[in-house]
């Protein structure tokens, strides 16, 4: 038995099974205590296929960061960087490159400047490269020379089962031949956000004869593109056509291409398609499980039933922002038995008739996430989703009109779910204590006020509101302090397993809320931006016995204008995973606060601080040192870019195998 806590004497056997019975961010912790457990975090295969490391400097710091990746990484992503190897520091970068490269699978390129040698240098030591994404990258693309042979040779990128190659303006047709020339086995193919031409006029103008026929490098067709998917379409199951200019014609001759058998189908933002592209769909792509028609604006109600009637298959669905839709159509949804994941937000499809509907035909009770944020349905509807979806694990309904008693069939019976959004409600501290009601008014403290001849009435009743919500705050927080629990109705604390929280907005939130129903074991997320809360309600959230509320990584306080220093000097020292704090608009806070995150939060990630006149320029400069971790610090409207090597922690614990804390 290992005594007086000398953890680093447990065999990697042991540490290993350890880890597998925590989440990741509990694995990253426990991973900080000495070198061994962190040897152990680097080496696990599992934790290898999930950490994804981000590298976001200037050239000047990526040879540190690339030096500090662990040797078996598997996932990289470049973001906004220059990549050069050019000179004695490029040889360094690409030497630490070529001993990273055979092991990685997943690579990312976000908003680089890097020229096409750069990009195909790095590709080319990638053996065993899986997923590629180009993302918002222009320059690679600007000469038109990219994964071309005279560059280098990309021979070993066949494979590569995934390709995103996304919101590029200089993609042409020369470029995707040559990528589907050296990645034959594409399983998932995206041009999202690409500038695809679809007209026929352009394809006459750049192909006038197929004599001497030579893709241009000046525009990207979509004959081009159909060719290429007609070459892959054995392998090929996912498409990701979002955000271009696809219309019907182009979707049926998708749809009609020999052998082409889609799981995966994203047409988010597609305006053009219309009926009968659809019916292309549901006659030559049944096997769909996976359909995404966020932002079409031509969806209708026929189409709409023959999505929940043909595509048998379905199992997420995702109809975002579609208005086309009526009751008519809305009565088909509950034939999708085997949906898991269905988001309708701001759809405005709901009718006082949803609730006979979902009464009489229940939705799929696989079903574990569900969007229903900015609709307008009723005490009953909520009543019978909750009733019938108890292991729903995701339920968005921010923005819908959601009073306290409604919140409370939520908190009494989906008790499975991880995430909840109910920001802009009308809920109050009653629903989120479970307490139904404030005491009788004739316990209320009615004691009249002491009449003032120079009292300046606020006008039209809205002094009376302000002393009625006062008192019966007060009445409520003697009722929860008396009150037995066995009394008490449904409140927040019956989520266990809650890991996101959102409650943005909620004005009626205060600061009993989190003195009597935060009690978290397992919260990572919480925004409380916008509530009615004090440095009292902050003292109270980790007052708390240990862990309840100590997993935080993610805190919004934004526009909370009733803390000051005091609360968060209480509240920063126990959230010793902290990596993103936002305090916008918090316009009592002070240089002790930038003091309190130096001291207290090392592992702090983003830090917003915008609108906080009483914080200085200077004091969010001083970050830089103190917080190696940091990304960005806003102050006023400027960013400061504090360049961090890493999203995760890039050198083990140091001194020894010495037990290391989180805290100060």
């Not at 042979?149 to 200089?170: D, F, G, H, K, P």
């Not at 002790?592 to 592992?603: A, N």
């Amino acid at each position: 038995m290992i005594m007086g806590g000398h953890w680093n004497l447990l065999p990697e056997e042991i540490i290993r099974i350890v880890y597998e019975y925590l989440s990741f961010r509990d694995i990253e912790a426990a991973s900080q205590t000495c070198k061994s457990w962190y040897a152990v975090f680097l080496d696990s295969s599992k934790l290898q296929n999930i950490m994804e490391f981000v590298v976001h400097q200037e050239d000047s710091k990526t040879l540190a960061a690339l030096s500090r990746l662990p040797s078996r990484c598997k996932r990289i992503t470049f973001k906004n960087i220059s990549l050069e190897f050019s000179g004695a520091e490029g040889e360094k970068i690409f030497s630490h490159w070529k001993c990273l490269a055979n092991h990685i699978k997943y690579l990312t390129f976000i908003k680089c400047n890097m020229n096409e040698r750069t990009i195909g240098n790095l590709l080319s030591y990638c053996t065993s490269l899986v997923n590629l994404t180009i993302d918002d990258s222009d320059y690679p693309f600007m000469t038109g020379r990219i994964f071309s042979e005279s560059i280098c040779n990309l021979n070993n990128l066949a494979t590569v089962r995934r390709l995103e190659i996304q919101s590029s303006q200089y993609l042409s047709d020369a470029i995707l031949m040559r990528i589907s020339n050296i990645m034959p086995n594409l399983e998932h193919f995206s041009l999202s956000g690409d500038q695809i031409t679809f007209h026929p006029a352009i394809w006459k103008r750049f192909y006038p004869s197929r004599q001497n026929f030579k893709y241009s490098d000046s525009v990207l067709t979509f004959k081009i593109v159909q060719n290429i998917i007609e070459l892959r379409s054995e392998t090929l199951t996912s498409i990701d056509f979002s955000r271009t200019q696809i219309g019907s014609d182009g979707l049926i001759a998708l749809c009609k291409i020999p052998g082409l058998k889609l799981t995966v189908l994203n047409l988010e933002g597609c305006k053009n398609i219309s009926q009968p592209g659809f019916e292309a769909i549901f006659s030559d792509q049944t096997g769909i499980i996976d359909l995404n028609i966020n932002f079409c604006c031509n969806i209708t109600d026929s189409i709409f039933r023959d999505i929940c009637l043909r595509l048998e298959r379905l199992k997420k669905f995702s109809f975002r922002k579609v208005s086309g839709i009526t009751l008519c159509g809305l009565e088909c949804i509950t034939l999708l038995k085997e949906v898991r994941y269905l988001d309708m937000g701001y759809s405005d499809i709901f009718h006082d008739r949803q609730t006979q509907i979902v009464r009489e035909k229940s939705l799929s009770a696989h079903l574990t996430h569900l969007d229903l944020g900015g609709l307008a349905f009723g005490q009953s509807f909520l009543k019978l989703i909750s009733a019938q979806l108890k292991g729903l694990q995701y339920l968005n309904i921010q923005s819908c009109p959601v009073n306290d008693s409604m919140f409370a069939e939520i908190t009494s019976n989906l008790l499975k779910l991880n995430v909840l959004k109910v920001a802009y409600l009308s809920i109050s501290d009653q629903a989120l204590t479970g307490v139904a009601r404030v005491v009788a008014s004739d316990e209320v403290d009615n004691k009249s006020d002491v009449q003032n001849r120079h009292r300046i009435p606020l006008g039209l009743g809205y002094e009376e509101v302000i002393k009625t919500q006062a008192r019966c705050k007060r009445v409520l927080k003697k009722t929860l302090e008396t009150l037995s629990p066995d009394v008490a109705g449904p409140s927040l604390n019956n989520l266990k397993r809650l890991k996101e929280l959102d409650l943005t907005h909620c004005v009626l939130v205060s600061d009993l809320s989190l003195m009597f129903a935060f009690k978290f074991f397992c919260l990572k997320t919480l925004s409380i931006a916008k509530c009615n809360i004090t440095d009292e309600g902050l003292e109270s959230l980790v007052a708390q016995p240990m862990p309840l509320n100590r997993t935080i990584e993610e805190l919004d306080l934004s526009e909370c204008t009733g803390i000051t220093d005091r609360g968060l000097c209480k509240l920063l020292p126990e959230l010793k995973r902290l990596r993103k704090l936002k305090l916008a608009g918090c316009i009592g806070l002070t240089v002790k606060t930038i003091e309190t995150v130096m001291t207290y939060c090392p592992q702090l990630r983003c830090l917003d601080v915008s609108g906080c006149c009483r914080i200085p320029l200077e004091s969010c400069y001083s970050l830089r040192d103190a917080l190696p971790l940091l990304r960005i610090v806003q102050q006023g409207t400027g960013l400061l870019v504090c360049n961090p090597p890493l999203h995760f922690p890039a050198e083990g614990p140091q001194n020894g195998d010495q037990h290391r804390r989180f805290g100060p």
